[in-house]
């Protein structure tokens, strides 16, 4: 049942988004809520909920996993941090976007895979291991890469300040996801508890901010609707094609090159949302309305990034890969 409802994440979205687009007063609270014990934007609290969801899945054998395959691993993380950051940059600057938009498309961009990609390339007959891993890799490389990566690309638009967002990171990220590994190697029933609700727990969450953003935004999205579609569709449409194209020139296999297609292809779009929403960030617009725009990029990847990774999915099952995995995945959804 559980796994049931973690693959038809992209539906959940969908649907999120459409409630929060003609409802949006259900989700403001979300938008603008804080967690009361620590006063911490409830938007960051639950990023922090899926992180240390994908942490408690994760062991440390799962780490040792990288050496089996570093060649793959090494193509697939470079290619996510050349690919979408470089292509979020010449998007903002083809389309002539404003400030908050750009700034809000290159953070997103220069995010890590989401893990909903493990569900998406076990849907498409890809390499579920290779999947798994490369989310684990790029999701740590990104503490450091995210911050460095977007003050050098949207820096060209606004001054960001790299050590917020690393800070940021730390908090969200690093701090979530060894405590969860942790908690796997030492409270093995708790996991195990924990592990049997926390792919729903991180589906709902993840639904939520994005449809929060969604309902928050909803002014600013139809003042810019039809150049924000079609920006944020042209960098997951570059970073699906040509992780594939590129992977398979470095002589992947086909089942590999659907992996870092996908995972190229998918990022952690909540991750973007809560950085770009905190007021720390939102605060080096000179300008507030730039800065509510920031956030709305990233919401709207979450949407058009699962739906296009369901269409190859369904593309790539007609047609198996060569070194096809055939576990389901285990990790933690999120966008």
């Not at 790299?162 to 708790?190: H, S």
């Not at 659907?258 to 000179?286: D, W």
């Amino acid at each position: 049942m559980m796994d049931r409802v973690t693959r038809l994440f992209a539906l959940w979205t969908v649907l999120g988004v459409t409630w929060a687009w003609f409802m949006p007063d259900h989700f403001i609270w979300v938008a603008d809520g804080r967690f009361a014990p620590f006063g911490q934007p409830l938007i960051s609290v639950m990023l922090g909920v899926i992180m240390l969801g994908m942490g408690i899945t994760l062991s440390f054998d799962d780490f040792r996993r990288v050496l089996a395959m570093p060649s793959q691993v090494l193509a697939g993380v470079v290619l996510q941090f050349t690919i979408m950051p470089l292509a979020g940059f010449a998007v903002a600057w083809a389309f002539g976007l404003e400030a908050g938009l750009a700034v809000g498309l290159i953070l997103v961009a220069c995010c890590p895979g989401g893990t909903a990609s493990n569900v998406v390339c076990y849907l498409a007959r890809a390499n579920v291991a290779l999947s798994v891993t490369m989310t684990m890799v790029s999701t740590l490389v990104a503490i450091v890469m995210t911050p460095l990566l977007t003050g050098w690309l949207a820096g060209v638009f606004i001054e960001i300040d790299r050590w917020n967002l690393f800070r940021g990171m730390m908090t969200v990220v690093l701090l979530p996801v060894i405590v969860g590994v942790l908690m796997n190697r030492y409270l093995p029933r708790v996991t195990k508890a924990a592990s049997a609700v926390s792919p729903v727990i991180s589906v709902l969450f993840v639904v939520l901010i994005v449809a929060a953003i969604i309902a928050r935004s909803k002014p600013l999205i139809e003042a810019h609707a039809n150049i924000l579609l079609a920006a944020v569709f042209t960098l997951h449409a570059a970073g699906f094609g040509l992780g594939y194209v590129l992977s398979r020139l470095l002589g992947l296999s086909e089942a590999s090159a659907r992996t870092i297609s996908v995972e190229v292809g998918m990022q952690n779009s909540g991750l973007g949302a809560s950085l770009a929403s905190t007021p720390a960030f939102m605060r080096q617009f000179a300008n507030p309305l730039q800065a509510a725009l920031a956030p709305v990029p990233a919401a709207i990847s979450a949407v058009l990034h699962v739906l296009i990774g369901s269409f190859l999915a369904s593309l790539w099952s007609r047609r198996p890969g060569h070194d096809t995995a055939v576990v389901p995945p285990e990790a933690t959804v999120e966008a």
